[in-house]
């Protein structure tokens, strides 16, 4: 028993002891959370939890498809549960059922047309592979030796048996549609189609060859502006000779100006490296002036450091770090932030689209006290909390931060985040899921061409598919001087669908 006037102390380090180890307790809970998010949680970012109630909606859902209906429904739900008609522009086969008796089977008479009931089926035809067999007549003088002959047209590939449009297919079912080229392979023999993965990897490493001088010119175009937004993704690539994969990094740059009302035409390009040493970023923004749209990556402090380019922060990894503490713990404090938050986006949905001196003046006036507020708001709870748990970390990430922060206030160019970025590289995610590794660091290399090329075209509401073969069929003997002539916003006229332009 220690005597009594050592008791204050020792309840005083139980006490200091008991926040020690609660703060570890909250720390460890909040990384369980995150593992279990990242591996089984829903990624949106939404206050309400919905999980359990999609669910139910979807298992109610299937029973009334199967379960026979006991009563006849109301006219309202009968409205709400119309399916919507099918596209008009698709062809359609009319096929008609004509009853059993041509007369009636009561009284024998002829039966006459009173009307008709027409019900659509959607129906599905498998590509087909077709042979485009090109003659070349030779003709001969009478008179002379002399013989002509048309010259051989043009291929994507020299001496290549694939045409602009199959390499096209293979490229977005690689890239966009994540399907890995031995499963195409093997999709291609279900048609009698041998086409063994070695050719595929070879007519692949041709086209981004073909198509690398407009991968430059999509590169000039996103570095031009005054602003990009910079993220990058962990990319598994082999390392031959080790008998493992190490980890190479996609970066993507992104310049969309549509959001401050600019007729810019959008673009994304992507680059690859083998590590994330921040000399690659550094090369690729070497031409680059203006601001930066990125996360808290280290990498690009010596480039703010410069002068030459200004740092923007992102608020939704802020928004992110304050919902993981909400979602494992169930912080009043972390939802209040969230609703702070939510405030300045909500002032950023209605300054959409309109012009950067607008959304600038109706920040300063709108958004900036909010800023204000906040700022002391984060102060005051910082000093309150366990420096090791998981809401301090995010108040001291966003208290780190705050200039980047909050320079959008003063420039209306800027935006509040960077999911431009992160939505261009949501691809390259789902695609991991699909592959286990690229072979090299060329397959990497020629990945981020393809990514630059299929994210610009949707960027710029172009089918893929349409606008990789359109580029390939012509593209091997344009003019090089030229080539921003093949970019998506210069042909996208040709590649509207005609039943979207009857739309």
């Known amino acids: 028993m220690p005597p009594t006037c050592q008791l204050p102390q020792t309840v005083a380090e139980l006490q200091a002891m008991a926040r020690f180890y609660q703060g570890e307790i909250e720390r460890l809970n909040l990384i369980i959370a995150k593992f ?27 029973e009334m498809a199967v379960t026979p209906a006991v009563a006849a429904p109301s006219t309202a739900s009968r409205q709400t549960s119309r399916r ?20 009636c089977p009561d009284c024998g ?20 592979f077709k042979v485009i067999r090109h003659v070349r007549p030779k003709l001969a003088c009478r008179c002379c030796d002399c013989i002509v002959q048309a010259a051989a047209p043009s291929r994507p590939i020299a001496r290549g048996m694939a045409g602009a449009d199959l390499l096209a297919h293979v490229l977005v079912s690689k890239y966009c549609d994540h399907l890995p080229l031995y499963r195409q392979s093997q999709i291609y023999a279900r048609e009698g189609v041998d086409l063994e993965r070695s050719t595929l990897t070879d007519w692949v490493g041709q086209s981004s060859a073909l198509l690398r001088p407009l991968v430059d010119a999509l590169r000039r175009h996103v570095f031009a502006g005054s602003k990009v937004h910079g993220d990058d993704t962990p990319v598994p690539v082999l390392a031959p000779g080790k008998g493992r994969t190490k980890t190479g990094r996609l970066w993507t740059y992104v310049r969309d100006d549509r959001p401050a009302g600019s007729q810019t035409p959008p673009a994304v390009w992507f680059g690859y490296s083998p590590d994330r040493k921040g000399e690659h970023p550094a090369a690729h923004l070497k031409g680059f ?29 802020v928004r992110r770090k304050f919902f993981e503490v909400h979602q494992a713990q169930a912080s009043t404090l972390a939802a209040e932030a969230l609703e702070r938050i939510g405030r300045l986006y909500g002032i950023e949905r209605e300054l959409w689209g309109k012009p950067p001196d607008v959304r600038c003046a109706g920040r300063r006036s709108r958004a900036a006290p909010h800023l204000a507020d906040l700022h002391i708001w984060l102060s005051v709870t ?13 108040i001291r990430y966003a208290l780190a931060r705050w200039s980047a922060l909050t320079r959008y206030c003063d420039d209306g160019a800027v935006e509040i985040d960077n999911n431009a970025a992160e939505r261009a590289l949501r691809t390259v995610a ?37 606008y990789l073969s359109h580029v390939l069929g012509r593209i091997a003997d344009h003019p090089v001087n030229q080539i921003d002539q093949l970019l998506p916003w210069h042909v996208a006229d040709t590649l509207v669908p005609t039943w979207r332009q009857a739309a």
Not at 85 to 90: A, F, I, R, S, V
Not at 300 to 317: D, K, T, V
Not at 444 to 454: F, K, N, P, T, V
């Open 36 to 62: 279990r998010r990242a591996q089984f949680g829903r990624r949106s970012e939404q206050m309400v939890n919905a999980d359990q109630f999609a669910l139910q909606l979807e298992e109610q859902a299937v």
């Open 289 to 317: 002036s203006g601001t930066l749209q990125a996360d808290g990556y280290a990498g690009f402090n010596a480039l703010y450091h410069s002068g030459r380019i200004q740092e923007a922060a992102c608020w939704a990894h």
């Open 382 to 394: 910082l000093a309150q909390l366990s420096q090791k748990s998981g809401l301090a970390q995010a």
């Open 430 to 466: 789902l695609g991991r899921k699909n592959y286990l590794f690229a072979g090299a660091d060329s397959g990497g290399e020629r990945a981020a061409a393809i990514y630059s090329l299929i994210g610009t075209a949707k960027f710029n509401g172009l089918d893929p598919q349409a």
């Open 84 to 103: 919507k008609p099918l596209p008009p522009h698709l062809p359609r086969e009319t096929e008609t059922h004509l009853p059993e008796h041509q007369q």
């Open 109 to 128: 008479n002829a039966l006459r047309r009173i009307g008709e009931d027409v019900a659509e089926v959607l129906e599905y035809i498998p590509a087909r």
